[in-house]
């Protein structure tokens, strides 16, 4: 199975817009200690960007082009990716990217412009996370076999661990990929140490069910693998791309007759939505969850508010 390509950022600009713009990104990486998922996009953000600067103005934009820039050429530019398909979560994403840029360049003594900061950021659909129920989730990660039925034994144990992994313990698709072999929950762990975003790390539990999945992917695994190795590889024995796991989920879903919104990030949700719905402690499911605010696990109650009125209107006889 190929990996799917990411694009590339590059930096189309003059040499001074070019130095600044890269300063900014190390910045973020060092200082800022940024993710480096979240790096990547907001290096994607700044790329497209310029790229559509050099375009607009017909030259390669440099310092004193950016600090001439008009509120109209930033909607242009959110008009043009609107025009590519890009969602307002994302265009809100890259419209925050460049205010965290130009408020770097005037600390620096760069320039100043205000043109970003007066375009309103684009109107966010209200929605709540869409999880499994649990016996849906429960045939997902069991699913791999169905998924790929010519894959070898290991691959197909491979998959299920990592599956496992998500519902079993609310991990994020990158933090469970990125685990290494020394971070294994094997020989009776029931605990794991996760990296999460912005490099915060916090523990969570390990059911025996995921413990057992993890032990017999290891068992089977053909390739040798050391302590600071990737845990879960690629039939190469490189690190396994998320996009195997995405596939293997499409297909189940197919196969399972799931919905478009069963997705790797849909076994989060559900390890949320069906520990609050078991009597879970708000405060104890943000930390499994790894967020820096209660108001970001809050969105769980609302699932839950919504599956209460749903089962009142289906039972009630006056409903």
């Excluded at 600390?107 to 966010?124: E, H, I, M, S, T």
């Excluded at 169905?146 to 197909?156: Q, S, V, Y």
């Excluded at 290494?180 to 009776?188: Q, S």
């Excluded at 969850?289 to 839950?304: F, K």
Aim: aromatic fraction near 6%; glycine fraction near 6%.
């Amino acid at each position: 199975m190929a990996k799917e390509a990411e694009a590339e950022a590059v930096i189309v600009a003059g040499p001074d817009l070019k130095r600044a713009a890269e300063a900014w990104l190390a910045y973020l990486e060092v200082e800022r200690q940024l993710s480096a998922n979240t790096s990547e996009a907001y290096a994607r953000d700044i790329s497209q960007f310029l790229a559509f600067l050099a375009g607009h103005l017909n030259r390669l934009p440099t310092l004193a082009h950016l600090n001439a820039l008009a509120a109209c050429d930033v909607r242009a530019f959110l008009a043009s990716r609107r025009a590519q398909g890009v969602g307002s979560r994302s265009l809100s994403r890259t419209l925050s990217a460049l205010r965290m840029f130009f408020r770097f360049l005037e600390r620096r003594g760069l320039g100043k412009n205000d043109a970003v900061r007066v375009v309103a950021l684009p109107k966010l659909p209200h929605s709540v996370p869409k999880p499994l129920t649990a016996p849906k989730a429960r045939a997902l990660v069991e699913s791999a076999d169905i998924a790929a039925p010519d894959a070898p034994e290991w691959i197909t144990a491979r998959d299920t661990a990592v599956l496992a992994l998500l519902y079993g313990s609310g991990l994020r698709i990158s933090e469970a990929l990125s685990l290494t072999r020394r971070d294994a929950p094997t020989k009776g762990r029931d605990m794991l140490r996760v990296t999460g975003k912005g490099d915060k790390t916090r523990v969570v539990p390990v059911l025996a069910i995921v413990r057992e999945a993890v032990e017999r992917y290891l068992a089977l695994c053909p390739i040798e693998l050391g302590s600071d190795d990737p845990l879960f590889v690629g039939v190469r024995g490189g690190p396994l791309s998320p996009r195997i796991i995405q596939l293997v989920i499409a297909r189940a879903r197919g196969a399972l007759g799931l919905p478009e919104t069963a997705t790797p990030h849909a076994l989060r949700h559900s390890f949320a939505t069906h520990l609050l719905a078991g009597g879970g402690d708000l405060r104890v499911i943000q930390e499994l969850l790894g967020h820096a605010s209660l108001s970001t696990t809050q969105i769980y109650t609302a699932v839950d508010a919504e599956r209460l009125i749903e089962a009142y209107r289906s039972a009630h006889p006056r409903a």
